[in-house]
C-alpha cells in the first residue's frame, strides 16, 4: 500500500440520499476544504453518468482522486470508469446500503472520511466483469432482483434501509421464479434465485459468504432452488440470521468463472442496481482497481 496526502479531488455526487446522508457529504466536502483542498463536483442521477465523469477525470490527471459521494451504484458507476486507471478511487459512503463501504470497513463520520480522503493508504482490488462490463461485489438474478426493480420504481429510498421492506413484500407475492441454470467451473446447478458475491455482507450488514475476500479473485456462487412465498420466507430468515449457505435447498460453490442462463426477462441486479440481461457470463477483468483505504 501507498499513502499519499492529496489536495486535488473530482466528486461525483448523487444527491438521491437521505438527510444524514447529505449531512456528511457537506461536513465532508467543508472538512476537505478546510485544508486548503481544491475540490471539483458533478452531480449525477442516472447510470452511466459517473462513469464518463469518473473516466475523463482521472485520464485528466488534474485531481489527486476521484471520490463517488453515494451507495453502491454511484461507486460502481465510478469504479466502471476508473479500471486499470493509477488515479485512486475515493468513497463517501452516502447509499441506503453501501454494502461495498462496509466491506471495506469505511469511516462513516465526516472527520474521519475526510481524514482518510486525504491521507489514506491506497490498496487495490481485482475487479469483477459480467457480459464485458467491469462490477464491483454482487451481481443477483431473480427475487432480489425483482425486489431491486420495485425499489428503484418506487419513493421508498428516503426511508433508509426500510424502505427496502415493501419491495421485498412485493417480491415475494409477485410469484415469479423463473428456473435458471448456473454453469461453472465444477459443474451445472438448477435454481430460482442466484447470488454472486465476492463480499461478506449482503443487502446492508447481513452475513451471507464469511469466507468472500475482496482481494479474491473468487466468486460465492449462492443457487437458491425451490418456489413459492413459504421457501423464500424462510430463506430469507435464514439470510437475516446469517445461516442462508447452511440452508437445504442452498447450493454453494466457489469458482472465478460463472455463466447464469434463463429467461432474458428474469430481472438481474448489479451491485444493487437493476442492471443486466440474460444470458449472463461473469468473470474477472485484467484490470485492478485503486482504493483509498483508512
Known amino acids: 500500500m501507498v499513502r499519499k496526502v492529496r489536495s486535488r479531488f473530482f466528486i461525483i455526487h448523487n444527491p438521491r440520499s437521505g438527510r444524514a446522508a447529505q449531512s456528511l457529504y457537506h461536513a ?19 447510470h452511466g453518468e459517473g462513469m464518463k465523469a469518473a473516466a475523463e ?9 476521484v471520490v463517488a459521494a453515494g ?15 493509477e488515479i485512486p478511487l ?21 472527520a474521519l472520511v475526510a481524514r482518510m480522503l486525504l491521507q489514506g493508504e491506497v490498496g487495490e482490488i481485482p475487479v469483477g466483469e459480467v457480459n464485458g462490463k467491469p462490477f464491483l461485489f454482487v451481481v443477483g438474478v431473480g427475487f432480489d432482483a425483482e425486489a431491486v426493480q420495485i425499489f428503484e420504481k418506487g419513493s421508498s429510498r428516503e426511508w433508509g434501509q426500510a424502505g427496502f421492506v415493501w419491495p421485498v413484500m412485493r417480491a415475494l407475492l409477485s410469484h415469479r421464479d423463473d428456473p435458471l441454470r448456473v454453469i461453472t467451473r465444477t459443474g451445472q446447478h438448477e435454481a430460482q434465485w442466484v447470488i454472486v ?3 461478506k455482507r449482503y443487502a446492508g450488514d447481513l452475513l451471507l459468504a464469511p469466507e468472500a475476500d475482496l482481494r479474491r479473485r473468487q466468486f460465492h456462487v449462492l443457487c437458491l432452488r425451490g418456489s413459492g412465498v413459504l421457501t423464500r420466507v424462510r430463506q430469507l430468515s ?19 468463472w460463472v455463466r447464469i442462463d434463463g429467461d432474458p426477462t428474469t430481472p438481474v441486479q448489479i451491485d444493487g442496481e437493476a442492471l443486466g440481461q440474460l444470458p449472463l457470463e461473469i468473470g474477472f477483468n485484467d484490470k485492478d482497481l485503486r482504493l483509498i483505504l483508512p
Do not use: C, Q, W, Y
Not at 238 to 256: C, E, F, K, N, Y
Open 197 to 199: 458475491t465476492r463480499a
Open 90 to 110: 475515493g468513497i463517501i459512503p452516502m447509499g441506503t446500503g453501501n454494502v461495498f463501504a462496509r466491506e471495506l470497513n469505511l469511516p462513516r463520520s465526516p
Open 57 to 65: 477525470a482521472a485520464a485528466s490527471r488534474d485531481f489527486d482522486a
Open 28 to 46: 465532508t466536502v467543508a472538512t476537505l476544504k478546510k485544508h486548503s483542498s481544491h475540490v471539483e463536483i458533478v452531480v449525477t442521477a442516472r
Open 71 to 85: 451507495g453502491d451504484g454511484t461507486v460502481h458507476d465510478a469504479a466502471e470508469g476508473m479500471a486499470g486507471s
Open 238 to 256: 435464514a439470510l437475516a440470521t446469517g445461516l442462508l449457505r447452511h440452508d437445504p435447498s442452498v447450493i454453494l460453490d466457489s469458482t472465478d
